[in-house]
């Protein structure tokens, strides 16, 4: 159970819901979405708003949740660059399976490349993990972070998401990606 205390949330409007994005000094722990309307690209970064339970100045968490805004800010505008290096996570909370799991996703895939689940497991040396490799992607605190949209079926379908409108959400993030690989690629940056 994740401890309130020094806990900081960030709201960020995205193009599928609202985003809150939990840190602690430690790094981001959680990622909600509550989701709103149908997904459509937005014209600019999110409008963000943040609440801070911390008593202390400076405030560690604040910092992460700075890191984790502008992150989010050049995924949802497109410049695949800029989200090479993630904001602090903090995994504490998650089995050690899940962790490396987790851990080898990120490591192992690119904006709008995907990979399925007994793909991941082989990745890990456990080429029949796909159903716990499933289950580590199911409770997956920060999701888009660790970008489990990127994990599909071996059947070639996208398979189900947790967040915002579900498979739609997946869809359009895994579109967003492609679309944002093709265009730095065109811009010269690859």
Request: hydrophobic share 35%; net charge positive.
């Amino acid at each position: 159970m994740l401890s309130t205390s020094k806990m900081c949330t960030l709201l960020y409007r995205v193009p599928f819901g609202v985003l809150e994005v939990v840190a602690s000094e430690r790094g981001i722990s959680k990622v909600n979405c509550k989701p709103l309307g149908e997904p459509s690209m937005p014209s600019a970064p999110g409008n963000m708003s943040r609440v801070c339970q911390c008593r202390s100045a400076p405030c560690k968490a604040s910092g992460i949740l700075d890191e984790a805004g502008s992150w989010l800010g050049a995924y949802f505008n497109g410049d695949r660059f800029a989200i090479g290096q993630l904001p602090r996570l903090d995994l504490t909370e998650v089995p050690d399976f899940s962790t490396q799991v987790l851990n080898e996703l990120v490591s192992c895939t690119e904006p709008g490349v995907t990979i399925t689940y007994g793909g991941l497991g082989e990745k890990l040396g456990r080429a029949k993990a796909a159903r716990a490799v499933g289950n580590a992607m199911r409770s997956n605190p920060i999701p888009l972070f660790i970008p489990c949209h990127r994990v599909t079926l071996s059947n070639g379908s996208l398979g189900n998401y947790s967040m915002g409108h579900g498979s739609l959400t997946k869809e359009w993030l895994l579109e967003h990606e492609k679309k944002m690989s093709r265009e730095n690629h065109t811009k010269g940056k690859v």
